[in-house]
Every structure is written in C-alpha cells, then in structure tokens.
C-alpha cells in the first residue's frame, strides 16, 4: 500500500497558527504561501482545518482554498464548522476535493450519510479528536478538545465508516504539538478496527516518529504533520528518502517530475 503525507494547516482568521493539545495557538506564517511550500516540495495532499470555525458556525477558508486550489494539482480537504450540504456544495464549489465533519456529525450522525449520498464516500471524512481515558481507551471530543461527546474513539470511527464516511481523520489530542511521537495504541486500535484509509495525526517532530508509526501500523494509510512542517523539524524530501530506505512506499516525486519534463520535451 501507497502511504501518504500530508500537510495539517490549522487556520484561524486567515492566519496559520499552531498550538498544543489543540489549544495555546501562535500565528505561524501565511496558510497560502506555506501550502505553496509543501506542495513544490512534494507533499501528497493538504488539510485545511477552520480552527474557530464552530464560533462563527461556517467555514471561512473559501477565498484561501480557492486561490491554493488554483496552483496545486493534489487533494484539498477542508474540515471545521462544516454543518450542512450547503457548506459543503460551497467548499468543493471553490476546489476541495473532501471536507472533514466532526462536531455537526456528533450531533447529526445522519449528515454523513448525507454528504457521502449527495457527493460520495471520496469526499466525506470522518474527523476525529481523540483523548485518552484514565481508564483505557480513548473518547472523540470537539471544539478543538475542550467539549465532551461521551462517544468511543473507536466505535465512533465503526459507526462512521457504516454511515459512508470514505475516510477517517484521526488526531491524538494528547500528542498534538508536543512533538513526543505518536499514539500508536491509538492509530492501531482504529486502523484496525475500520476498512476505511485512516489519516493519523499528532506528535510528530522527527523523521524517526514517520518511518516507525508507518512500519509498526500497517494498516495506516497517512500521515498528517503540522508543527514538524511548520518549524522545519522535518523536510518532505527527507522525509521521502528516509521512508524509502526504510522499505515505506511513498510517491517518487523524482521520477514523476523526470517523467513529466520528457512528456512535455515529446
């Protein structure tokens, strides 16, 4: 399988910013220009996430995904404050090829059923806040970790894949921005229990923490870094070389590029 990296751009008020444990934000540079970055340096696909969006109860990213839509030929998808098809007509309208729903399907889970049956299970992400639980296991939260669903990670992740979600966006609340590695227990227990591509985010600060969540999770079909990207903690194209050596296949952005300079000079 074909594993994927993927940039996270957490945006509030048309700035990227960054925090942890989903809190604590600082402005981090432009959402536009970054994405730009990421993507010439071979990045698989991006996620923007409104991180204030449920406040205003909309998506604001349309202008920013509209313009990055414009110069990158990879898939864009969109989360926070997505609450209707209305929205989501509007974001996939302006260039998102998916949009990420977490708080609204907590509240509706029908609105995943909704938006797979209107726009396909390839556009509809599942996306989930996990925290752990002094007792074991992990519950999905929202508004950024603060706000209690009383749903299992896992079972949520079952029941979302039964509504026609296509995909599952999971990111480790305790693990986020920390740089410490990632929730493997966590990844594992839902990459396991789903058929679905599961995106795993939260955690990352070296190539070291990629390679290993990839080779011990099999199942895990992306990765998601913010901070790591962010901070120049890591490099896409080390990122790359690293997982290739480590036997990891990922996209040969290379021999793409090689490929599509000869089919251009025929």
């Known amino acids: 399988m074909r594993r994927r990296i993927i940039s996270r751009l957490d945006v509030k008020m048309q700035h990227l910013i960054k925090g942890m444990r989903l809190e604590g934000w600082r402005k981090v ?13 071979g990045v698989d696909e991006l996620i923007y996430m409104d991180v204030v969006a ?8 349309a202008d920013i995904v509209e313009r990055v839509a414009s110069q990158v030929f990879i898939p864009i998808t969109v989360g926070g404050g997505i609450s209707s098809l209305a929205a989501v007509k509007e974001l996939l309208a302006v260039g998102a090829d998916k949009v990420a729903i977490n708080t609204a399907a ?11 049956g209107t726009y396909g299970a390839q ?10 639980l002094p007792g074991g296991g992990w519950e999905a939260m929202t508004d950024n970790g603060r706000n209690h669903t009383g749903l299992d990670v896992v079972e949520w992740a079952i029941e979302g894949e039964a509504r026609g979600a296509g995909e599952i966006f999971v990111t480790s ?12 227990a966590l990844i594992d227990a839902v990459t396991n229990a789903v058929k679905l591509p599961v995106i795993a985010c939260g955690g990352v600060s070296k190539t070291a923490h990629v390679t290993d969540t990839f080779q011990k999770v ?19 194209p080390d ?23 000869a089919e251009v000079a025929s």
Do not use: F
């Open 218 to 236: 099999d199942r895990l079909s992306a990765i998601a870094m913010a901070r790591a990207l962010h901070y120049d903690q890591v490099t896409l």
């Open 29 to 41: 540079g432009d959402p536009e220009e970054k994405a730009l970055r990421y993507y010439d340096q």
């Open 123 to 132: 556009a509809t992400v599942l996306s989930i806040e996990a925290k752990s």
């Open 239 to 261: 990122l790359r070389v690293a997982c290739a050596d480590a036997g990891i296949d990922v996209r040969d952005i290379d021999s793409e590029r090689a490929a599509l300079v």
């Open 173 to 184: 609340v305790d693990q986020d921005g920390t740089g410490l590695g990632m929730d493997l």
């Open 54 to 61: 449920s406040l205003y109860e909309r998506n604001n990213l």
């Open 106 to 116: 907590t509240k509706n889970p029908e609105l995943i059923t909704d938006i797979a």
